[in-house]
């Protein structure tokens, strides 16, 4: 199984551990990660991620960020076709310009599923017709792990 994850995702685990949801998110993140490390599955990184990653004001949650990013076992490229697809995506949807060439970029790489801890990106998702499911960790990783269905 392929798995792309948005930035939020690996800030996900740096955030205010305090709230209840962003510590089970956090939670479902790391071990969603340790599956991707262990091989379970295959976790995709890209340019796009990267881009974003190195515009964070803060250094050192910029830097633990990054380290968490090193699981990443395939890398996509941005293309002009990814480019093309975030913004037919953009015209179709109030989807935003980093979110549109995410799922672009999941796509191109053939995810399977692309996590996100952003509630309005995996509502807007949900109502297009995406070449990749997008959906929030905690949700998958209750599906997957517990339901056995990924």
Wanted: charged share 30%.
């Amino acid at each position: 199984m392929k798995l792309y994850l948005d930035n939020c995702c690996y800030n996900r685990p740096f955030d205010d551990q305090t709230q209840e949801r962003i510590h089970l998110e956090s939670e479902a993140i790391l071990t969603i990660l340790q599956r991707g490390q262990s091989g379970i599955y295959s976790i995709i990184g890209s340019n796009i991620l990267e881009l974003e990653m190195d515009r964070m004001q803060d250094i050192v949650k910029r830097e633990r960020v990054k380290e968490l990013y090193k699981v990443a076992d395939l890398h996509i490229m941005y293309t002009d076709e990814i480019k093309k697809r975030s913004q037919e995506i953009m015209s179709q949807s109030k989807i935003r310009t980093f979110d549109s060439l995410h799922i672009a970029a999941a796509e191109a790489a053939g995810a399977d599923v692309m996590l996100t801890t952003d509630d309005k990106l995996e509502k807007m998702s949900g109502r297009m017709n995406l070449n990749v499911k997008v959906m929030n960790p905690l949700r998958f990783a209750w599906e997957a792990i517990f339901n056995d269905e990924y």
